[in-house]
């Protein structure tokens, strides 16, 4: 309760100094609506917006999963030769270099406007925190411990079971944290360049209608699929990581 409260007083605080704002400015709802007017829009378009939102969702929750197997199984792969790793790192970093709505256009190109496109373009936006972090987890293993266990015959792949995964995961778990966010702006970019549904697809059309409540109201929508996103990775690490919860 006490981690729900101050961001919840904050919201209450920002909401209502912009119902305020657009109250006393009488500015258009057209360029700003108020708080209220993005409620009604939601109530009036959930017929609309929730089917859309299950497609977006659909292929977050797919392409996340993309990148969170191939991303930890590439760090794994790394872990066994440092020559690999050197060679492989610096073009992960290198690929988030392009941005990625060119990304998104060339995949359509690539793979057409179905499906698959959409789930690689979330994947490709989402694997690299996962695989940096779980890459620099591999890494961050006690040299000690490491040689202790050498000592007493354990192979690497016993060093990798009992010491650098088990290390590595605080860190995998950050990345999967980061990537939950940064899946959800992959898929509206996709949809943007190519889809005929989805909630990226409706905030072009509510754009091209001028219709702002409906599109702040998608946002929105957006918005709390990533808050889920990032909450159930949070919980989900409170479970598989016991002893990293904090004492109040």
Known sequence: MKKILPPAALAVIVLAGWQIYVAVSGISEQVLPSPVEVARAFVDDAGTLWPAAWTTLSE?????????????LLALGLSFSRLAEHATYPWLVIS??????AIAALVVVWAGFGIAAKLVVVALVSFFPIAV??????RASD?????????????????????RVPTALPYIFSGLRIAAVL???GAVFAEWVGSSSGLGYLILTYNNEVATPAE???????????IALFAAVSALE??????????P
């Not at 972090?133 to 591999?138: M, Q, T, V």
């Not at 411990?145 to 010491?163: M, P, W």
């Not at 409170?238 to 004492?247: D, S």
């Open 60 to 72: 977050i929750l797919a392409g996340y999963a993309i990148a969170a197997a191939v991303g930890c």
């Open 183 to 185: 899946a959800v702006i």
């Open 143 to 163: 040299p000690a411990l490491l040689e202790a266990l050498a000592s007493l015959g354990a192979g690497r792949t016993a060093q990798l079971r009992l010491v």
């Open 133 to 138: 972090n779980a890459i620099d987890g591999l």
């Open 216 to 226: 702040f109201a998608a946002i929105g929508v957006l918005a709390l699929i990533a």
């Open 238 to 247: 409170r479970v598989a990581l016991p002893w990293r919860r904090t004492t």
């Open 96 to 101: 988030q270099v392009v941005p990625v709505p």
